[in-house]
């Protein structure tokens, strides 16, 4: 099922212009506007789920399929030398739109205009404790 108001589900209905670059039955993928670098494609399920909490096994599957075909075509035309897949979700990740969607991120070098920090921790768990966190992460699945 699509949302109304939904402006993802208005480009998947073609009430919305989009720059599409892949469409089948389950999926479209489509430049987003504010590209980060040349060929920023958003990949979504064409029927609406909110975000990685509300994603079907089968969107999921529909969607992760399409990412190497995709990928591909974007490489090849931008020639990038990396690419990054990204999903936010909520909105302390950066989500900002509610409808679930994969950046495909083209690189080029550290100062194209994208960039993730990480701060790694590993002195702040014991292998005991992230033992305890696998284990109960994995009963919950």
Known sequence: ???ESCIFCKIARKEVPGHIVFENEQVLAFLD???VTKGHTLV?????????YDLSPEQAQDVFATIPQISRALQ???EAAGMNLLSNTGKVAGQSVSHFHLHLIPR?????GFGAKWEVHND?????????????????I
Do not use: F, V
């Not at 080029?108 to 194209?112: A, G, L, S, T």
């Not at 702040?124 to 919950?140: H, P, V």
């Open 1 to 3: 099922m699509q949302k």
């Open 76 to 78: 090849q035309e931008t």
């Open 44 to 52: 979504i399920p064409k029927q609406h789920a909110d975000n990685l």
């Open 124 to 140: 702040d768990y014991t292998a005991e404790e992230l033992a305890e966190l696998a284990n109960s992460i994995a009963s919950r």
């Open 108 to 112: 080029h070098d550290k100062q194209d």
């Open 33 to 35: 506007l504010s590209q």
